[in-house]
């Protein structure tokens, strides 16, 4: 039997430790992963020892330094210290024998995220379970790709008939052992998982703030749309195992716990009778276009060009290609821009099934606004009121693509024009 009602999710930070231990109540699992900002310190030590192979006195002093006013607790204090000492042995050892620094960060940091869920349990007087024996990942090539059934089968087995637990958040292993990274807000995507697995009633995401930019109602489509944007409070990838089992989440300001937040469930209260319900901006990305007539007819282009990237670990964040077959576009994170750029030319160079031959390839930096609303499906003239609104304002669209499921339609700008875009489309949501 499941005693467990609700799952709440945690970014830990120094000045919300207490905030934390006081949410960790019977009935509850809170998942916890440390900060950016710790993240960082471990990214700065293992890159000095690994990538530099240099001494790392002040960078470990740095990681010590936080992690000492993390929590008092005296049991916490002891495994902290014996964390420490581990982390500084582990890499010198990592370093003898070159170990990937990827395999090395990931592995740290996931011991890392388990001391802070640790930290919490201790202060809380709560059980605390390492959330990578939870999770259970395949890798396709870097890619880190659940394994749901094993997933939900480890998460029944380990917390159920539990009253209160602290779960560390973000990594998950290999059937083989390996540690990986399940990506950007990983305690949110736990958060679901576990809820999902053990049919809990709510969710909480806590954030700083007070929910999703003062939004009451989101259905879990809005917020998907929503939390696309690298800006987000989460991804929208952590929203999916919830949907699926039907879960509302609430959306939670960690200082504010009282504060009703954003709720995101299948259904939006009806607070407003516009069709459009909000904008959202992705910022510093680059629109690498792909050219040529070599692309007539040519089966498989697309699929080598994306299959490069995927291999390369590089997130695609638009993509739209003409019916003429000319030319494919689509936006990577400004820091991906030459190295695709770079693939690209490599495939068009070297790949004898695909005669690339005469294509081009141009960056191009920008930004891309979205506007989502779930009113906005079988509605005739959003997009044509949309575009007519940024005529009028002088902004020029570089690209353009609508969602088949027609709830939102994004459009790519230069980034000079944001601002203009921004104050012509607010009229309407």
Same mark, same amino acid.
């Given at each position: 039997m499941n005693n467990i009602v609700l799952v709440k999710s945690f970014v830990l930070r120094r000045d919300s430790f207490n905030a934390i231990v006081s949410q960790c109540v019977p009935g509850t699992i809170a998942v916890v992963r440390p900060e950016k900002a710790l993240i960082n310190l471990f990214h700065s030590l293992i890159h000095k020892m690994i990538v530099e192979k240099q001494p790392a006195t002040a960078e470990l002093g740095e990681v010590k330094t936080y992690l000492d006013a993390v929590s008092d607790n005296p049991v916490y204090a002891k495994k902290k210290e014996d964390f420490i000492a581990y982390v500084e042995d582990y890499l010198r050892k990592a370093t003898s024998y070159s170990v990937p620094v990827v395999s090395v960060e990931d592995y740290i940091l996931s011991q890392c995220a388990n001391l802070c869920a640790q930290a919490v349990a201790y202060s809380a007087n709560v059980e605390a379970i390492d959330g990578r024996d939870l999770v259970v990942c395949h890798l396709e090539g870097s890619v880190p790709v659940f394994d749901w059934a094993a997933t939900n089968s480890e998460i029944a087995v380990k917390c159920n008939n539990k009253s209160s637990l602290v779960i560390s958040g973000g990594y998950a292993r290999t059937p083989q052992g390996m540690v990986v990274a399940i990506g950007k807000g990983g305690a949110n995507m736990m958060a679901s998982l576990v809820a999902s697995a053990l049919k809990v009633e709510v969710i909480e995401f806590y954030v700083e703030g007070e929910g999703i930019n003062g939004i009451t109602s989101m259905t879990y489509d809005e917020a998907a749309h929503y939390c696309a944007a690298k800006s987000a409070p989460f991804p929208s990838a952590a929203l999916w195992?919830?949907? &699926?089992?039907?879960?509302?989440?609430? +959306?939670?300001?960690?200082?504010?716990?009282?504060?009703?937040?954003?709720?995101?469930?299948? /259904? =939006?209260?009806?607070?407003? $009778?516009?069709?459009?319900?909000?904008? +959202?901006?992705?910022?510093?990305? #680059?629109?690498?276009?792909?050219?040529?007539?070599? /692309?007539?007819?040519?089966?498989?282009?697309?699929?080598?060009?994306?299959?490069?990237?995927?291999?390369?670990?590089?997130?695609?964040?638009?993509?739209?290609?003409?019916? !003429?077959?000319?030319?494919?576009?689509? =936006?990577? #994170?400004?820091?991906?821009?030459?190295?695709?750029?770079?693939?690209?030319?490599?495939?068009? $160079?070297?790949?004898?099934?695909?005669?690339?031959?005469?294509?081009?390839?141009?960056?191009?930096?920008?930004?891309?606004?979205?506007?989502?609303?779930?009113?906005? &499906?079988?509605?005739?003239?959003?997009?044509?009121?949309?575009?007519?609104?940024?005529?009028?304002?002088?902004?020029?669209?570089?690209?353009? !693509?609508?969602?088949?499921?027609?709830? !939102?339609?994004?459009?790519?700008?230069? =980034?000079?024009?944001?601002?203009?875009?921004?104050?012509?489309?607010?009229?309407?949501?």
């Open positions: 195992p919830a949907k &699926k089992a039907g879960i509302p989440i609430v +959306v939670k300001g960690i200082m504010h716990p009282d504060f009703p937040g954003t709720k995101i469930s299948s /259904l =939006a209260e009806p607070t407003t $009778a516009k069709t459009v319900s909000g904008l +959202v901006v992705d910022k510093d990305l #680059n629109l690498v276009t792909v050219y040529g007539t070599g /692309l007539f007819g040519q089966v498989g282009a697309s699929s080598a060009i994306f299959s490069a990237l995927a291999k390369a670990g590089v997130n695609i964040r638009f993509i739209s290609q003409t019916s !003429s077959e000319y030319a494919i576009s689509f =936006a990577v #994170n400004d820091k991906d821009g030459e190295k695709v750029r770079a693939i690209v030319n490599d495939i068009t $160079a070297n790949n004898p099934l695909t005669p690339l031959d005469d294509i081009m390839v141009v960056n191009r930096e920008v930004c891309i606004l979205t506007v989502y609303g779930s009113r906005m &499906k079988n509605v005739p003239g959003v997009s044509g009121k949309m575009f007519s609104l940024l005529g009028e304002a002088g902004v020029n669209v570089i690209a353009a !693509s609508q969602s088949g499921e027609e709830l !939102s339609i994004s459009i790519v700008l230069d =980034a000079s024009d944001l601002d203009k875009a921004q104050k012509a489309l607010a009229v309407l949501c």
